[in-house]
C-alpha cells in the first residue's frame, strides 16, 4: 500500500498506530458489510421461495419470537462493534498524543499563509532561531514539537506518513508531536480548504540523522553571501530596488520584508511556490514573471521585467544555495 | 389570491434575484492579473486645472479598484502587511496625516492618491516608485478612500484582522473631501 501521500507508509510510530487502527477498523467493517449482505441475500430468496399469500401470513409465536431474539443479538453485536471502535480510536489517539521518551524536544513555530508554509526552528539560544519557508527538516529518531499557528484563515497541517492532521487556527496555538523513525523525503500538505490555491499549499518533508541535520541547520543560519559576478550583482540590484524587497528577505541584504517566503537559501530546496514547481531555472523565471497564471489568486503579483533583468535575477536567485 | 397574482409575485421575485446578481457583480468581481490596470496615463494626470497658457486635454484616469470589495480589502491586507500604520495608524495618523478625515493635502481622488504613494511627499512620506505594481497601486488607494468614508458602504470593509481601533469603513459616514488650508500640516493639529 504504497503511494505519495499513503497513509499506510508509515515513516513514524505515530503513523504506524493510525495505519494499524484504520486496518482494524477496514477489515471489521469489511467483514461486518458481507455478513449483513450476504443476510439479506438470504433473506430474499427465502421470501421469493414462499410464493403464496398464505404462507407470507404464516407467522407464528414461535417464529416472532425467534425473529426478535435474532434482531437483538444483531443489535447487540453492533453496538458493541461501534463501541470497539470508539475505544480502539480513543487508544490510538491517546497513544500517539505524547511522546514516551524524555528527550529534549525539537521545537518548531509552524504558521499558515494563504498559501505558503512559515518554519521557525526555536532554540534557547535567539541567535540560533532559524526561519525557513516550505522546506521542513527535522532530525530522525527525536521528537519534535509542532506549534501550530495562522496569519489569516483555518488550515490543516499533514504529513501522512508521520502523523495525522492537526488545524492551524488564527489566533490560537495548536501543539502537537511528531518523530521520524526513518530517514525519508515527504511532501507535507494543507488539509483544511483555505481559498482559491489550497490545492497549491504543500510543503517538502525531510527527515534525515542528525549528523545530516545539523550540517543544514547551520547552513541555513548563514546570511546569503554576496553576489560575486556581473550578472548576479545585477540581480542582486534588481531584488532590492523593485517590487520583491517589498514582500521578501533575504538575510545579508536590505530586503527584510516579513509578507512573502523567506529567500535566503531559496536556490537549495527542492521546489518552488510551496510546492507548485519543481526549483528550476526556468520555473523560477515564469514564476516571477507571473505568479497569476500558475496559482490564480496567489498574493505576488506579476512581475513584467524586462528579459536582461529577468535573466539577472535569476542568476543572483541561483547563488542563494 | 388568484393565479395570476401569484404569477405575478414570481415574475417579480425572479426579476428581483436576477438584479441582484447584476448589481453585485460588480462589487464581487476578482481580477488576479489587471495588466490593464492604468499606469502609463499617471503620468499625465495633474493635481490642479491651473495651467499657464493653452491648456492641455484634460486626463481622467479611471480606477477599477473604486466599489470593488476584493480590491479594497485586497488593499487593506497590503496597508497592514506593507505597514503604512507605522506612520497612519490605521488611518488616524500620527507622523504622517490622518487618512479618515476629510482633509486632504494632496488631493482624495484615486489618481492623487496613487500620486502620492508613487512619488512620495515631503516631510516623511517615502516614494514607492518601481517597488508596488499599479493594481496593488490602485488597491491601496480604493482601501484608502474607503477609509476617508469616499467608498459606498456596500464594498467597504466591516471588520479588522487586528483589535478593532475605529468605527470600520463600512460604517465610516461619508465626508465631503476638501483641500487642507495649511500644507503639510496634520489636521489634528490645527483643532483646539
Known amino acids: ?321 | 389570491m388568484n393565479d395570476l397574482t401569484i404569477r405575478r409575485d414570481r415574475l417579480v421575485a425572479i426579476g428581483f434575484v436576477l438584479a441582484t446578481g447584476v448589481l453585485a457583480c460588480r462589487r464581487e468581481e476578482r481580477r488576479f492579473d489587471d495588466s490593464s490596470a492604468a499606469s502609463s496615463a499617471l503620468a499625465a494626470v495633474t493635481q490642479d486645472t491651473l495651467q499657464p497658457g493653452v491648456p492641455r486635454p484634460h486626463v481622467t484616469v479611471v480606477s477599477r479598484s473604486e466599489g470593488n470589495a476584493f480590491d479594497i480589502s485586497e488593499g487593506k491586507r497590503l496597508f497592514d502587511q506593507w505597514n503604512c500604520s507605522g506612520c497612519h495608524s490605521h488611518g488616524g495618523g500620527n507622523m504622517g496625516p490622518p487618512l479618515m478625515d476629510d482633509e486632504w493635502i494632496y488631493g482624495s481622488a484615486p489618481e492623487n492618491i496613487v500620486a502620492t504613494i508613487v512619488e512620495g511627499r515631503p516631510n516623511g512620506m517615502p516614494s514607492f516608485r518601481g517597488r508596488i505594481q499599479p493594481q496593488q497601486l490602485w488597491q491601496l488607494a480604493a482601501y484608502v478612500r474607503s477609509l476617508a468614508g469616499l467608498q459606498s458602504k456596500a464594498p467597504s470593509s466591516g471588520r479588522d484582522d487586528h483589535m478593532q481601533v475605529k468605527v470600520d469603513e463600512s460604517r465610516t459616514p461619508i465626508r465631503t473631501p476638501r483641500a487642507s488650508a495649511s500644507r503639510n500640516t496634520p489636521a489634528k493639529s490645527e483643532k483646539p
Open chain 1, 1 to 321: 500500500m504504497s503511494w505519495p501521500g499513503s497513509i499506510f507508509d508509515t515513516a513514524g510510530s505515530q503513523a504506524e498506530r493510525i495505519a494499524r487502527l484504520a486496518w482494524f477498523i477496514i477489515t471489521v467493517s469489511t467483514i461486518t458489510y458481507v455478513v449483513v449482505i450476504a443476510a439479506t441475500a438470504l433473506a430474499v430468496r427465502r421470501a421469493r421461495s414462499r410464493r403464496t399469500h398464505d404462507d407470507l401470513a404464516d407467522i407464528r409465536a414461535e417464529t416472532d419470537r425467534r425473529l426478535a431474539r435474532l434482531v437483538g443479538i444483531a443489535t447487540a453485536v453492533t453496538t458493541l462493534l461501534l463501541l470497539v471502535y470508539v475505544t480502539a480510536t480513543a487508544r490510538t489517539g491517546r497513544a500517539i498524543a505524547w511522546p514516551t521518551e524524555a528527550q529534549q524536544p525539537l521545537t518548531i513555530e509552524v504558521t499558515g499563509h494563504q498559501w505558503w508554509w512559515q518554519f521557525r526552528y526555536r532554540d534557547t539560544v535567539p541567535s540560533n532561531w532559524l526561519t525557513t519557508s516550505n522546506e521542513l527538516h527535522i532530525p530522525v529518531g527525536r521528537p519534535v514539537r509542532i506549534i501550530l499557528l495562522s496569519n489569516d484563515v483555518i488550515h490543516s497541517f499533514w504529513v501522512p506518513e508521520l502523523h495525522g492532521k492537526q488545524d492551524l487556527i488564527p489566533g490560537h496555538r495548536n501543539t502537537m508531536w511528531l518523530r521520524a523513525d526513518k530517514p525519508g523525503t515527504w511532501k507535507g500538505r494543507c488539509a483544511e480548504f483555505c481559498g482559491f490555491q489550497h490545492a497549491k499549499m504543500a510543503f517538502d518533508v525531510v527527515a534525515e540523522s542528525p549528523e545530516k541535520f545539523n550540517q543544514w541547520y547551520v547552513s541555513q543560519l548563514a546570511s546569503a553571501p554576496p553576489p560575486t559576478d556581473s550578472s548576479a550583482i545585477q540581480g542582486h540590484d534588481v531584488f532590492v530596488q523593485r517590487t520583491c524587497i517589498m514582500c521578501h528577505t533575504i538575510a545579508g541584504t536590505p530586503a527584510g520584508s516579513g509578507v512573502g517566503p523567506e529567500l535566503t537559501h531559496i536556490a537549495s530546496r527542492p521546489s518552488i511556490a510551496a510546492g507548485s514547481l519543481p526549483n528550476t531555472r526556468q520555473n523560477l523565471a515564469r514564476w516571477i514573471l507571473n505568479p497569476q497564471l500558475i496559482k490564480p489568486g496567489v498574493k505576488m503579483p506579476p512581475n513584467p521585467l524586462p528579459p536582461a533583468d529577468m535573466k539577472a535575477l535569476v542568476d543572483y536567485l541561483e547563488t542563494l544555495k
